[in-house]
């Protein structure tokens, strides 16, 4: 099952700084694709929050296919993976086996 979660807008803070939304996050706990957000967005970080036994690939797409922004190997060990980058499609995840992940974006 997957878990969808967001912070409450952020508050302007002068004319010249733009006001978007909080970060947001999904949990991904079994194989799947997951389409995270369509659109533009910044993907903050992947946190594997136990070791996977299949790769993990991230694409800039509604879809699991096209333009790859990283794979995570098989057995990559839990931690959190900061990428602080941009997509412009939109941030979809596949996940060819069971997982326990978490994806911040914005």
Do not use: H, W
């Not at 733009?18 to 369509?38: E, Q």
């Not at 060990?77 to 412009?88: H, I, L, R």
């Amino acid at each position: 099952s997957t878990g969808r979660g967001r912070t409450s807008p952020a508050p302007c803070v002068s004319e010249r700084v733009r006001c978007m939304a909080g970060p947001g996050y999904v949990n991904i706990s079994s194989a799947t694709t997951t389409v995270v957000k369509s659109g533009q967005g910044l993907l903050n970080a992947l946190v594997i929050n136990t070791v996977v036994a299949s790769a993990i690939t991230i694409y800039d797409n509604t879809s699991a296919a096209g333009q790859k922004i990283a794979t995570l190997a098989a057995s990559a060990p839990a931690g959190t993976y900061k990428y602080e980058v941009k997509f412009s499609t939109g941030l979809t995840i596949l996940t060819a086996g069971a997982s326990d992940l978490t994806v911040s974006f914005s």
